[in-house]
């Protein structure tokens, strides 16, 4: 089996910011569960460097595009390793193998004619980088999205013929009722579809900063197509000359994308490939955004943007807390494919309530008492039956939620078994029992079901919480975290003492 996710590819034209670490860490939490589920995975992300916002900002601060995407590529990098995510590459749109890869597969498009000259006059946004329909326009020729004033473009340039695609698109959207999810963007995008399709730009004029069109040198391509090739160009060359990954990962399992750039990744992405000859995705999963309080007391969340200033920097989270807080947070709080709002004050109770009590403090009270219960050590030991039904079927249900991208169901479903086996300790006070010699055998019980109950639910937890389960599960004795690891058993136990996971702060 192989699994194949991405994330979108972040613009270079400012600094990483709490709304790109979520995609990132949302692709992870797949990546790392469906490897631990032994299949072969391939998890991408990195940078879109070429177009218009890049060339703008660089302009502003006075450098070339190609030193600002530099710099700023390598912010992108360095947040991967800081959030604990996985990506097995990591791509930049100025890669040369990519651009070439680009250029070839673009001429084969023309080739197969659905690409002819013309002329484009429209209302565009810098920012989207993007013309805007008659339906995408807000009051004044702005923006919707940026609230800033859409430019009256005219210009000469190529046409790809999105609209000879109307018809398969359409199919593809009947038979393949899970190729956009969840189901309120799956209607979203079907009703665009219905709408009808033009044409779009695939080029523009040299002026700017992109990939050069090879049959006229006069013009490069629109940073849209560029941009979405990169899924399918970085398997080409991911692991250098000797190694073609195409044929093993494509077509993608998951696009992970934000709500904005729906129509990007759902029409004209898999328009493109068919024009192209290649598969199309099998899935595109589109999240909400997370929202942040508003500028103006009184007004509407708004979106986190970096146009906005209203940002939550995440690296000082990480600094503050750890990459695991953050990645539980945003994965917990925010309904993963709706909007949320997300603050610090809710981060913080989080932590706290769910982080520090429900789960860390679950681990170390237990680990505690079978130190001093029993010196660290029990033989093996038949666990409470009515108590381990309730994790039996967890594995599937966690993984039929992931299996379908539902990443805060399945974390809830795991939480409810740490709620659950809180209760438990409350119900059973070990305590007592270890008062009363007579009731020993039910200590040594209950003691290795705590066990085998925190151990199981962190053999799920490894994808959401990647360095504080490494510990515990060290300390529990039992570090394996592979798929055949997420049952109860009643193996001897031999644990280790416990700093506390998520410290109180
Ligand atoms: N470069 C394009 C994507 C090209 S993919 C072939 C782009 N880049 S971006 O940097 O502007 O945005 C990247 C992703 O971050 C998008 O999926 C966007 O939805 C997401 N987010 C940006 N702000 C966000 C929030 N406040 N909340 C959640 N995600 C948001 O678009």
């Given at each position: 089996?192989?699994?194949?996710?991405?994330?979108?590819?972040?613009?270079?034209?400012?600094?990483?910011?709490?709304?790109?670490?979520?995609?990132?860490?949302?692709?992870?939490?797949?990546?790392?569960?469906?490897?631990?589920?032994?299949?072969?995975?391939?998890?991408?992300?990195?940078?879109?460097?070429?177009?218009?916002?890049?060339?703008?900002?660089?302009?502003?601060?006075?450098?070339?595009?190609?030193?600002?995407?530099?710099?700023?590529?390598?912010?992108?990098?360095?947040?991967?390793?800081?959030?604990?995510?996985?990506?097995?590459?990591?791509?930049?749109?100025?890669?040369?193998?990519?651009?070439?890869?680009?250029?070839?597969?673009?001429?084969?498009?023309?080739?197969?004619?659905?690409?002819?000259?013309?002329?484009?006059?429209?209302?565009?946004?810098?920012?989207?980088?993007?013309?805007?329909?008659?339906?995408?326009?807000?009051?004044?020729?702005?923006?919707?999205?940026?609230?800033?004033?859409?430019?009256?473009?005219?210009?000469?340039?190529?046409?790809?013929?999105?609209?000879?695609?109307?018809?398969?698109?359409?199919?593809?959207?009947?038979?393949?009722?899970?190729?956009?999810?969840?189901?309120?963007?799956?209607?979203?995008?079907?009703?665009?579809?219905?709408?009808?399709?033009?044409?779009?730009?695939?080029?523009?004029?040299?002026?700017?900063?992109?990939?050069?069109?090879?049959?006229?040198?006069?013009?490069?391509?629109?940073?849209?197509?560029?941009?979405?090739?990169?899924?399918?160009?970085?398997?080409?060359?991911?692991?250098?000359?000797?190694?073609?990954?195409?044929?093993?990962?494509?077509?993608?399992?998951?696009?992970?994308?934000?709500?904005?750039?729906?129509?990007?990744?759902?029409?004209?992405?898999?328009?493109?490939?068919?024009?192209?000859?290649?598969?199309?995705?099998?899935?595109?999963?589109?999240?909400?955004?997370?929202?942040?309080?508003?500028?103006?007391?009184?007004?509407?969340?708004?979106?986190?943007?970096?146009?906005?200033?209203?940002?939550?920097?995440?690296?000082?989270?990480?600094?503050?807390?750890?990459?695991?807080?953050?990645?539980?947070?945003?994965?917990?709080?925010?309904?993963?494919?709706?909007?949320?709002?997300?603050?610090?004050?809710?981060?913080?109770?989080?932590?706290?309530?769910?982080?520090?009590?429900?789960?860390?403090?679950?681990?170390?009270?237990?680990?505690?008492?079978?130190?001093?219960?029993?010196?660290?050590?029990?033989?093996?030991?038949?666990?409470?039956?009515?108590?381990?039904?309730?994790?039996?079927?967890?594995?599937?249900?966690?993984?039929?939620?992931?299996?379908?991208?539902?990443?805060?169901?399945?974390?809830?479903?795991?939480?409810?078994?740490?709620?659950?086996?809180?209760?438990?300790?409350?119900?059973?006070?070990?305590?007592?029992?270890?008062?009363?010699?007579?009731?020993?055998a039910d200590l040594d019980r209950v003691l290795a079901t705590l066990h085998e109950g925190i151990r199981v639910i962190t053999v799920l937890l490894t994808p959401y919480l990647p360095a504080a389960t490494e510990k515990l599960l060290a300390a529990l004795g039992r570090p394996e975290t592979a798929w055949e690891d997420v049952r109860c058993t009643s193996a001897p136990i031999s644990v280790q003492p416990l700093e506390p996971l998520f410290p109180k702060r």
């Amino acid at each position: 089996m192989s699994f194949y996710v991405t994330t979108p590819i972040y613009y270079v034209n400012a600094a990483p910011h709490l709304g790109h670490a979520y995609t990132s860490i949302a692709a992870d939490v797949l990546a790392r569960h469906h490897r631990q589920r032994g299949e072969d995975v391939f998890f991408l992300t990195g940078t879109d460097e070429h177009g218009e916002p890049v060339a703008i900002a660089a302009e502003e601060q006075g450098v070339s595009p190609l030193e600002l995407a530099d710099r700023n590529s390598q912010r992108f990098r360095d947040l991967m390793p800081l959030l604990d995510v996985s990506n097995d590459f990591f791509i930049r749109t100025t890669d040369p193998e990519h651009v070439r890869r680009v250029q070839e597969i673009l001429v084969r498009v023309r080739e197969n004619g659905y690409v002819y000259e013309g002329t484009y006059e429209g209302w565009f946004c810098p920012r989207c980088a993007d013309f805007k329909t008659d339906a995408e326009i807000g009051p004044d020729h702005t923006c919707p999205i940026h609230k800033i004033p859409l430019i009256r473009e005219r210009e000469e340039n190529y046409f790809f013929q999105l609209s000879a695609f109307q018809g398969e698109l359409e199919k593809l959207f009947d038979e393949n009722p899970d190729f956009v999810k969840p189901r309120h963007r799956f209607n979203e995008a079907r009703s665009f579809l219905a709408g009808g399709l033009q044409d779009v730009s695939l080029t523009r004029p040299k002026l700017r900063w992109g990939v050069e069109v090879p049959w006229d040198r006069s013009q490069v391509f629109y940073v849209w197509f560029d941009a979405l090739l990169n899924y399918v160009t970085a398997l080409g060359f991911a692991r250098g000359k000797q190694q073609d990954l195409t044929q093993e990962f494509w077509p993608a399992t998951y696009h992970l994308i934000g709500k904005d750039i729906l129509k990007f990744h759902t029409i004209y992405w898999p328009a493109l490939l068919m024009a192209a000859g290649l598969e199309v995705p099998r899935h595109v999963f589109v999240h909400g955004f997370l929202l942040a309080p508003p500028t103006n007391p009184g007004d509407e969340l708004e979106k986190m943007s970096k146009s906005r200033g209203n940002v939550i920097d995440p690296f000082k989270v990480i600094e503050d807390f750890g990459s695991d807080a953050l990645r539980f947070y945003l994965l917990r709080e925010v309904n993963f494919g709706h909007d949320g709002p997300v603050s610090e004050g809710g981060f913080l109770t989080r932590y706290e309530t769910e982080l520090a009590n429900d789960y860390g403090n679950l681990a170390s009270r237990t680990i505690a008492m079978i130190v001093r219960y029993r010196d660290g050590e029990l033989g093996a030991t038949e666990l409470d039956a009515e108590l381990i039904a309730e994790f039996e079927e967890l594995p599937e249900i966690v993984a039929g939620h992931l299996d379908g991208a539902e990443l805060t169901p399945a974390l809830e479903e795991i939480w409810k078994r740490i709620r659950r086996l809180n209760r438990y300790v409350e119900e059973q006070a070990p305590w007592k029992l270890a008062k009363d010699p007579e009731r020993a055998a039910d200590l040594d019980r209950v003691l290795a079901t705590l066990h085998e109950g925190i151990r199981v639910i962190t053999v799920l937890l490894t994808p959401y919480l990647p360095a504080a389960t490494e510990k515990l599960l060290a300390a529990l004795g039992r570090p394996e975290t592979a798929w055949e690891d997420v049952r109860c058993t009643s193996a001897p136990i031999s644990v280790q003492p416990l700093e506390p996971l998520f410290p109180k702060r």
